[in-house]
């Protein structure tokens, strides 16, 4: 079993950056891929990253690219999702989430209980 815990939402500007954090209690093992989604008012959670934790393979939404950076410490069971250059559209809950079963996006089963990002214009 693994429990998610994010931090580092908030109020930003736009065009400002924000560094998420989700930490990882339990063992996550070679083949799981963690992920951020994000969750905006009247809308469906989407896919924002995701990252093998054994290789550190990377896998983004279009609408992130070149944005936003995911990225992991193994020995501190750490994730991170580097945003820069906010909009106001990404204004969201955002959620650290687990997969033990590959990078399809229906395949998460573990997920934090996220963190609010807001951007103003």
């Known amino acids: 079993q693994v429990q998610l815990v994010e931090s580092g939402g908030g109020l930003v500007q736009a065009g400002a950056s924000l560094r998420l954090s989700c930490a990882a209690s339990g063992r996550i093992f070679n083949n799981y891929v963690m992920g951020w989604f994000r969750q905006a008012p009247g809308k469906e959670r989407e896919f924002v990253a995701a990252?093998?934790?054994?290789?550190?393979?990377?896998s983004y939404a279009d609408s992130v690219k070149r944005r936003f950076t995911i990225s992991r410490e193994k020995d501190k069971n750490m994730v991170y999702l580097q945003m820069n250059s906010l909009k106001p559209e990404d204004t969201a809950v955002y959620y650290c989430a687990g997969s033990r079963k590959g990078w399809d996006t229906s395949s998460y089963d573990y997920w934090g209980q996220g963190t609010q990002v807001t951007v103003s214009s």
């Open positions: 990252i093998g934790w054994y290789g550190g393979s990377t």
